[in-house]
């Protein structure tokens, strides 16, 4: 069961929102993308419960393409992003049509058709819902790099077997991924020389 924070403050979303363009299928996935196609580095954006349409989301990615990168916004919840005012679709019932290892699978086509358009370097940043995502392609060799902010479901044993430069963006006042859980995740990850990692909590400031 999701935290009651993971549902507050829902974003306005915005179907037409941000600088970059909405495309029907890359990978096989309704996206959002921004930046320069003839890229060599390329990051994969992956949204909270909320979903690819959130304006902030699409402003970050756009952010993120005026560094240099290509980037892609993913709909990996296929148009249903999760809505607490819907009765008929309570969280464990959306969870159980939009687990993490779905999208997990989703993502993979996705990493393939980037490496296809020139792209030789894949990271991938998550938010909430969207780190296990990013976790479990971080533990599958999928990516180069990994982000996972204010997590969820990221497990211990999920950090154990990361094996790409990892970065870990904690709240101070967070029930999925509390500061000790995050100071656990920081623990592992200083145990395995091999794997570059940056892990920071924000002080004062809620999951989300």
Not at 11 to 38: C, H, I
Not at 76 to 96: K, M, S
Request: hydrophobic fraction near 45%.
């Amino acid at each position: 069961m999701a935290s009651p924070q993971c549902c507050a403050n829902p974003p306005t979303l915005n179907p037409a929102g941000g600088e970059g363009k909405v495309v029907d299928s890359f990978g096989g996935t309704r996206a959002y993308v921004a930046g320069a196609e003839e890229s060599k580095a390329a990051v994969i954006l992956i949204s909270d419960i909320f979903g690819f349409e959130a304006p902030k989301l699409r402003k970050i990615a756009d952010k993120v393409a005026s560094c240099g990168y290509f980037v892609i916004v993913p709909d990996f919840l296929h148009g249903e992003p999760f809505a607490h005012e819907n009765a008929d679709r309570p969280f464990p019932v959306w969870i159980e049509a939009h687990a993490p290892g779905k999208a997990y699978e989703e993502a993979k086509p996705i990493i393939a058709a980037l490496k296809e358009h020139g792209m030789s370097t894949v990271g991938a940043a998550g938010y909430c819902w969207g780190a296990k995502v990013v976790a479990e392609l971080a533990k599958a060799h999928e990516i180069q790099a990994a982000v996972m902010l204010h997590p969820s479901f990221v497990t211990i044993d999920d950090i154990k077997e990361v094996k790409c430069p990892t970065a870990i963006l904690g709240a101070d006042i967070d029930k999925m991924s509390p500061p000790e859980l995050v100071k656990q995740f920081k623990e592992v990850l200083s145990s395995n020389s091999g794997i570059g990692h940056f892990v920071k909590i924000y002080p004062r400031v809620a999951h989300g």
